[in-house]
């Protein structure tokens, strides 16, 4: 499959929405529910520890392996999308 100068804008478009979505989504677990929402979130617990505090400590670890399992699998599928060679 040859790769056309449009293919290759298109691609990189994807590759930045798609980046910046979970970059939007790394702010919010770990600024948001770590510090912004800390409060809210410290209404509820998980094992005995406040959730804004599980979140800072342990959810966002969660949250960032899951969203390079995400990017992983998601750019995977882009570059067969685009018939870029990865």
Same mark, same amino acid.
């Given at each position: ?12 478009? +994807?590759?930045?929405?798609?980046? *910046?979505? *979970? ?9 948001? +529910? ?6 809210? *979130? ?13 979140? +800072? ?8 392996? +899951? ?20």
């Amino acid at each position: 499959m040859t790769v056309t100068s449009e293919s290759k804008k298109a691609y990189w478009r +994807a590759t930045i929405r798609f980046t *910046l979505s *979970l970059l939007v989504i790394w702010f919010l677990v770990s600024y948001g +529910a770590g510090i912004l929402f800390r409060e809210f *979130l410290d209404q509820f617990s998980i094992g005995g520890a406040p959730l804004g505090f599980w979140f +800072a400590q342990q959810g966002a670890i969660y949250a960032f392996l +899951a969203l390079i399992i995400i990017y992983c699998i998601g750019m995977s599928r882009l570059e067969k999308k685009y018939g870029i060679e990865g």
